[in-house]
């Protein structure tokens, strides 16, 4: 079992910057591909960013091309989330996740089974 728990979200100027981090629980987080996924207001929760358990390979949503790296520290337990460039439509409660152990990364939610409560961005105009 893996509890996550998500921090740094906040309200940030269009233009702006941020970090989120996701701090997990147990002595095998790198044994556990992590993804990045958000739910804007009246919209389905999408996929943003995935990271393999030993952090060589990334994959984002092409939204996140470019101004988001995602990046973990396996000595840490933690995932993070960093955001540059930040526009109005990246307003959203922002989720981790992780996959069971020793599965490959994925964009697909479906195959996370554990996930973090969220933490907000709002990226004013």
């Known amino acids: 079992q893996v509890q996550l728990v998500e921090s740094g979200g906040g309200l940030v100027p269009a233009g702006g910057s941020l970090r989120l981090s996701c701090a997990a629980s147990?002595?095998?987080?790198?044994?556990?591909?992590m993804g990045w996924f958000r739910q804007a207001p009246g919209k389905e929760r999408e996929f943003v960013a995935t990271?393999?358990?030993?952090?060589?390979?990334?994959f984002y949503a092409d939204s996140a091309k470019g101004r988001f790296t995602i990046s973990r520290d396996n000595a840490k337990n933690t995932l993070y989330l960093q955001m540059n460039r930040l526009k109005p439509e990246d307003t959203a409660v922002y989720y981790c996740?992780?996959?069971?152990?020793?599965?490959?990364?994925?964009?697909?939610?479906?195959?996370?089974?554990?996930w973090g409560q969220g933490t907000q961005v709002t990226v004013s105009s």
């Open positions: 147990g002595r095998t987080f790198n044994s556990h591909a």
């Open positions: 996740a992780a996959r069971k152990p020793y599965s490959g990364y994925s964009s697909y939610q479906n195959d996370y089974n554990y």
């Open positions: 990271i393999s358990g030993i952090g060589s390979s990334t």
